[in-house]
RNA sequence: GCUGAUGUGGCGAAAUUGGUAUACGCACAGCACUCAAAAUGCUGCGGGAAACCAUGUGGGUUCGAGUCCCACCAUCAGCACCA
């Protein structure tokens, strides 16, 4: 008889479904809880993506093991629905971004089901519902009332074809990370988010957490912290100065000049004093008409003009330096000013060679070795540097000597020793339709006022007209009714906010939602977030490490500081999943024409095969090109299973000859799952299918423990399978097998034996024997004779039970 | 340039963490079943006649290296004038 899939497969995701079998329990009586998170899909009009089962399908697993394993386990799910295309599609179709959401997610959920992933589908979030957005707005209030939410009008990234304002973590390369529009700088008023306040501890609160380590690196190179000194230069002849950041304060002696950037407000409050200043003008001008991303482009040729008029004094040496102005130094980092020290910094060093400024060597290799050319480049080695021409800190290695200049600076008040960061606010305005109304409103007298909490949700307005204006505002600015209110502070006209919230908003906390969904007073009760708190485990793609992970955790930290959530971190555990690329090996796009579409996958090989072979294709952490071929072999193996119930022997036990596999098998399976790597789980499947077909039989015992392995891979047939053969119990009500560790130690073992390290011949022993006797044994083996024959054995080693090595000359 | 990975048969990949390199799968070939094909089952499958040689390249440590150390090369991802 042969696997009819689409019906068995159909037949558990419908009981799953009634039965509600895979609900977190509702009481929290079971200390042993476990929760597990994948990234909640956004709703896209193409569908389900083969890449959203790799990461479902491995949670799902561990999932469905914990379960057996006795936990309480939540494994959620939802959708983030805010967004762009469901916007651009109302643009264009005039159709209510409501009704194409909508749509889409009943899809999307559909195709989900037809996986046999168990989710608890009772606790289904959906970010666009005002229940939900209601505490998202709350959020925001909360960060408003702390001083954490304010506006600022600043040069933002403006998305040229979304027409919408970027978070810098949005651009890539220059151009809009969703369409690929250019991006350009644009001043407007913006709602800002101060994840700058949290910087450190996003950095030191990862020392906690498991998180691959190539997540926590990414994380803090964006975060970028960097130690260094802020040193005031007095400008010549002036009650003014220059305030620069240096991470090298030790060099200091060797600063020939000073560099500001093209923005710095020094230009204008000296503009008197400044000579040239139409030249400096016109090169302020150029600059402006660069974005960020074109000023790093132009990075070999450094521009820059002299400040003629007004010089530095370095207040160390008592100096007069020249001061140049030069787009490589950036307004947006340090302090907009830097002191050159072209011998030991290389950005300086071409500046100085590209305009023939002087050069002062301050920092010699302590290791005299080291030959040093300050005509071809720059000396900027910390670890082997010491200082010279230093004055006080002569002969000082330069972590030492960095430490006296700050001492000195801050003794004498022309320093102080400081921490900067690369990470900036979080633009947090859209000038959008489709995303969370901001709740605030701005009134004349009394500024901008958060409205009542308890008139939460502030719902989206339905419109017609979803087009932004030319000017950049959103659509929502049209929609005077619905601006026009009254100030909650003093009743008088006021006017709502019109910009609405990133998609990033709704996804910072939707974990917690999943806690406890219903919840119409809190964003979730004190106890389920007390019990389900943290999330054991969180899997997503490498693309979210420097957006959503690390804004999730700030709002996390930020809800901890609050009182509303019990730990500082949000997920326990993070790791990543390797993307799903193509047949050709390139990344899966319309305009390649190498979608592979998950239902046409599960249509012709069914929901079990499509999971599994998600698993075998390779390490889950990384890349793995589609193949149809592969494919067809996981279904091969799927219908060799199926096929084992011919071979059944009437017995509940192991077989003698399957024993030691079996353990071995437990043991290797519940460890390889643990640290996903599942597709060695599945070779390990196959060879326990190779062996029993060799042998033309297997015990029952073996048959059901082999199904309970399997049944977190391939749910549906393993629970028919079980059913089949009278069991009442289905295989997610048993315990997850065990295995007795001596077991699955062979009684016999082969053991290797090198001549010189190199293999000659094995020995086969049993496990005890002591070493003597594995020596005489050794010694009487033909191949040894053979090898030692005329030889000098100089030394035996015999590793106890892995190998023997004969040392000969 | 910086950070983090990766490099093993024709292909996807394993290797208990320093101890028999190539498990498992795909592709391929042969055999069985069949009138035939498909499906299925079984067998073989790094190179070499062999001694031996093979884990990106070149060194090193070790009785022994895919695994550790040093120096390179290539590919991928992220960041990039961050002072």
């Given at each position: 008889?042969?696997?009819?899939?689409?019906?068995?497969?159909?037949?558990?995701?419908?009981?799953?479904?009634?039965?509600?079998?895979?609900?977190?329990?509702?009481?929290?009586?079971?200390?042993?809880?476990?929760?597990?998170?994948?990234?909640f899909?956004?709703?896209?009009?193409?569908?389900?993506?083969?890449?959203?089962?790799r990461?479902?399908?491995?949670?799902?697993i561990?999932?469905?093991?914990?379960?057996m394993?006795?936990?309480?386990?939540?494994?959620?799910?939802?959708?983030?629905?805010?967004?762009?295309p469901?916007?651009n599609?109302?643009i264009?179709?005039?159709v209510?971004?409501?009704?194409?959401?909508?749509?889409?997610?009943?899809?999307?959920?559909?195709q989900?089901?037809?996986?046999?992933?168990?989710?608890?589908?009772?606790?289904?979030?959906?970010?666009?519902?005002?229940?939900?957005?209601?505490?998202?707005?709350?959020?925001?209030?909360?960060?408003?009332?702390?001083?954490?939410?304010?506006?600022?009008?600043?040069?933002?990234?403006?998305?040229?074809?979304?027409?919408?304002?970027?978070?810098?973590?949005e651009?890539?390369?220059?151009?809009?990370?969703?369409?690929?529009?250019?991006?350009?700088?644009?001043?407007?008023?913006?709602?800002?988010?101060?994840?700058?306040?949290?910087?450190?501890?996003?950095?030191?609160?990862?020392?906690?957490?498991?998180?691959l380590?190539?997540?926590?690196?990414?994380?803090?190179?964006?975060i970028?912290?960097?130690?260094?000194?802020?040193?005031?230069?007095?400008?010549d002849?002036?009650?003014?100065s220059?305030?620069?950041?240096?991470?090298?304060?030790?060099?200091?002696?060797?600063?020939?000049?000073?560099?500001?950037?093209?923005?710095?407000?020094?230009?204008?409050?000296?503009?008197?004093?400044?000579?040239?200043?139409?030249?400096?003008?016109?090169?302020?001008?150029?600059?402006?008409?660069?974005?960020?991303?074109?000023?790093?482009?132009?990075?070999?040729?450094?521009?820059?003009?002299?400040?003629?008029?007004?010089?530095?004094?370095?207040?160390?040496?008592?100096?007069?330096?020249?001061?140049?102005?030069?787009?490589?130094?950036?307004?947006?980092?340090?302090?907009?000013?830097?002191?050159?020290?072209?011998?030991?910094?290389?950005?300086?060093?071409?500046?100085?060679?590209?305009?023939?400024?002087?050069?002062?060597?301050v920092?010699?290799?302590?290791?005299?070795?080291?030959?040093?050319?300050?005509?071809?480049?720059?000396?900027?080695?910390?670890?082997?540097?010491?200082?010279?021409?230093?004055?006080?800190?002569d002969?000082?290695?330069?972590?030492?000597?960095?430490?006296?200049?700050?001492?000195?600076?801050?003794?004498?008040?022309?320093?102080?020793?400081?921490?900067?960061?690369?990470?900036?606010?979080?633009?947090?305005?859209?000038?959008?339709?489709?995303?969370?109304?901001?709740?605030?409103?701005?009134?004349?007298?009394?500024?901008?006022?958060?409205?009542?909490?308890e008139?939460?949700?502030?719902?989206?307005?339905d419109?017609?007209?979803?087009?932004?204006?030319?000017?950049?505002?959103?659509?929502?600015?049209?929609?005077l009714?619905?601006?026009?209110?009254?100030?909650?502070?003093?009743?008088?006209?006021?006017?709502?906010?019109?910009?609405t919230?990133?998609?990033?908003a709704?996804?910072?906390?939707?974990?917690l939602?999943?806690?406890?969904?219903?919840?119409?007073?809190?964003?979730?009760?004190?106890?389920?977030?007390?019990?389900?708190?943290?999330?054991?485990?969180?899997?997503?793609?490498?693309?979210?490490?420097?957006?959503?992970?690390?804004?999730?955790?700030?709002?996390?930290?930020?809800?901890?500081?609050?009182?509303?959530?019990?730990?500082?971190?949000?997920?326990?555990?993070?790791?990543?999943?390797?993307?799903?690329?193509?047949?050709?090996g390139?990344?899966?796009?319309?305009?390649?024409?190498?979608?592979?579409?998950?239902?046409?996958?599960v249509?012709?090989?069914?929901?079990?095969?499509?999971?599994?072979?998600?698993?075998?294709?390779?390490?889950?952490?990384?890349?793995?090109?589609?193949?149809?071929?592969?494919?067809?072999?996981?279904?091969?193996?799927?219908?060799r299973?199926?096929?084992?119930?011919?071979?059944?022997?009437?017995?509940?036990?192991?077989?003698?000859?399957?024993e030691?596999?079996?353990?071995?098998?437990?043991?290797?399976?519940?460890?390889?799952?643990?640290?996903?790597k599942?597709?060695?789980?599945?070779?390990t499947?196959?060879?326990?299918?190779?062996?029993?077909?060799k042998?033309?039989?297997?015990?029952?015992?073996?048959?059901?423990?082999?199904?309970?392995?399997?049944?977190?891979?391939?749910?549906?047939?393993?629970?028919?399978?079980?059913?089949?053969?009278?069991?009442?119990?289905?295989?997610?009500?048993?315990?997850?097998?065990?295995?007795?560790?001596?077991?699955?130690?062979?009684?016999?073992?082969?053991?290797?034996?090198?001549?010189?390290?190199?293999?000659?011949?094995?020995?086969?022993?049993?496990?005890?024997?002591?070493?003597?006797?594995?020596?005489?044994?050794v010694?009487?083996?033909?191949?040894?004779?053979?090898?030692?024959?005329?030889?000098?054995?100089?030394?035996?080693?015999?590793?106890?039970g892995?190998?023997?090595?004969?040392v000969?000359?």
């Amino acid at each position: 008889m042969s696997y009819n899939f689409k019906e068995v497969e159909k037949k558990w995701q419908d009981k799953w479904d009634k039965e509600g079998t895979f609900q977190a329990k509702q009481d929290f009586k079971n200390p042993k809880k476990w929760y597990g998170l994948i990234e909640f899909p956004y709703p896209s009009g193409q569908g389900l993506h083969v890449g959203h089962p790799r990461s479902y399908t491995a949670l799902d697993i561990i999932a469905r093991k914990k379960r057996m394993d006795g936990y309480n386990v939540l494994y959620p799910i939802g959708f983030d629905a805010f967004g762009l295309p469901a916007e651009n599609y109302a643009i264009k179709n005039h159709v209510h971004p409501k009704i194409t959401t909508e749509n889409n997610i009943n899809h999307f959920r559909e195709q989900l089901k037809s996986l046999g992933f168990s989710f608890d589908w009772s606790r289904e979030v959906n970010t666009t519902d005002p229940d939900y957005y209601k505490w998202t707005q709350w959020i925001f209030i909360q960060l408003y009332k702390k001083g954490l939410a304010y506006k600022a009008t600043m040069p933002i990234n403006f998305c040229t074809g979304c027409k919408v304002g970027l978070a810098n973590e949005e651009v890539v390369n220059g151009v809009c990370e969703r369409c690929g529009s250019p991006v350009v700088q644009k001043e407007k008023s913006q709602w800002m988010l101060k994840i700058t306040e949290y910087a450190q501890r996003l950095i030191d609160d990862l020392d906690d957490i498991d998180f691959l380590e190539k997540i926590k690196a990414q994380q803090k190179n964006w975060i970028g912290r960097s130690e260094g000194a802020e040193v005031n230069f007095k400008i010549d002849s002036t009650d003014d100065s220059l305030i620069i950041y240096t991470t090298r304060p030790d060099t200091i002696f060797g600063a020939t000049y000073m560099v500001i950037a093209p923005e710095h407000k020094m230009i204008e409050k000296q503009a008197d004093k400044i000579t040239n200043l139409a030249e400096i003008k016109a090169y302020q001008e150029k600059a402006a008409l660069k974005s960020d991303f074109e000023r790093a482009e132009l990075n070999k040729e450094k521009t820059g003009v002299e400040i003629q008029g007004l010089k530095a004094v370095n207040p160390l040496t008592g100096e007069k330096i020249p001061i140049w102005v030069s787009d490589y130094v950036l307004i947006t980092y340090g302090t907009g000013a830097i002191m050159a020290v072209p011998a030991h910094d290389d950005r300086d060093f071409a500046f100085a060679k590209k305009f023939g400024l002087p050069m002062k060597q301050v920092i010699e290799p302590k290791n005299a070795s080291v030959k040093i050319d300050l005509e071809k480049e720059a000396f900027t080695d910390v670890e082997d540097g010491v200082a010279v021409n230093s004055d006080f800190i002569d002969g000082l290695p330069v972590k030492e000597a960095i430490a006296k200049v700050i001492e000195y600076l801050e003794a004498n008040k022309i320093g102080t020793k400081k921490v900067n960061y690369k990470l900036r606010d979080w633009v947090f305005s859209r000038q959008r339709y489709w995303g969370e109304p901001i709740p605030m409103v701005y009134c004349e007298t009394c500024g901008w006022v958060p409205i009542p909490e308890e008139e939460l949700p502030l719902k989206l307005p339905d419109i017609e007209d979803y087009e932004p204006s030319e000017n950049g505002e959103s659509p929502l600015a049209k929609q005077l009714d619905w601006i026009q209110t009254k100030c909650p502070h003093c009743g008088k006209k006021a006017m709502r906010e019109t910009d609405t919230m990133p998609q990033w908003a709704g996804s910072s906390w939707y974990f917690l939602r999943y806690m406890d969904p219903h919840n119409e007073k809190e964003l979730a009760s004190k106890e389920a977030l007390e019990y389900w708190s943290p999330i054991d485990w969180y899997n997503g793609g490498m693309e979210h490490t420097t957006l959503h992970l690390l804004y999730s955790r700030f709002w996390h930290k930020f809800l901890y500081d609050i009182g509303v959530v019990p730990t500082k971190e949000p997920y326990q555990k993070r790791t990543s999943h390797g993307m799903i690329l193509g047949t050709n090996g390139e990344k899966m796009s319309k305009s390649k024409g190498n979608v592979i579409n998950p239902d046409d996958i599960v249509e012709e090989f069914g929901a079990d095969t499509f999971r599994v072979y998600e698993m075998f294709m390779g390490p889950f952490d990384q890349v793995a090109a589609w193949s149809m071929e592969s494919i067809r072999g996981c279904g091969k193996f799927l219908d060799r299973v199926w096929n084992l119930k011919d071979m059944l022997v009437d017995d509940e036990n192991y077989l003698p000859e399957h024993e030691k596999m079996m353990h071995k098998a437990i043991k290797k399976v519940s460890n390889d799952i643990e640290e996903m790597k599942f597709n060695t789980a599945i070779a390990t499947f196959m060879t326990m299918v190779n062996e029993f077909y060799k042998d033309k039989k297997l015990s029952k015992g073996e048959y059901k423990t082999f199904l309970q392995l399997l049944n977190p891979f391939a749910p549906h047939m393993t629970e028919e399978l079980f059913e089949e053969i009278g069991e009442s119990k289905t295989i997610a009500q048993t315990p997850w097998p065990t295995y007795d560790e001596a077991k699955t130690i062979d009684d016999q073992i082969e053991i290797p034996i090198q001549i010189n390290g190199k293999l000659k011949t094995t020995i086969t022993i049993p496990k005890d024997l002591a070493e003597e006797e594995i020596r005489k044994k050794v010694h009487e083996n033909e191949v040894v004779c053979k090898n030692v024959e005329n030889k000098t054995i100089v030394k035996e080693i015999y590793v106890n039970g892995k190998i023997y090595n004969i040392v000969v000359k």
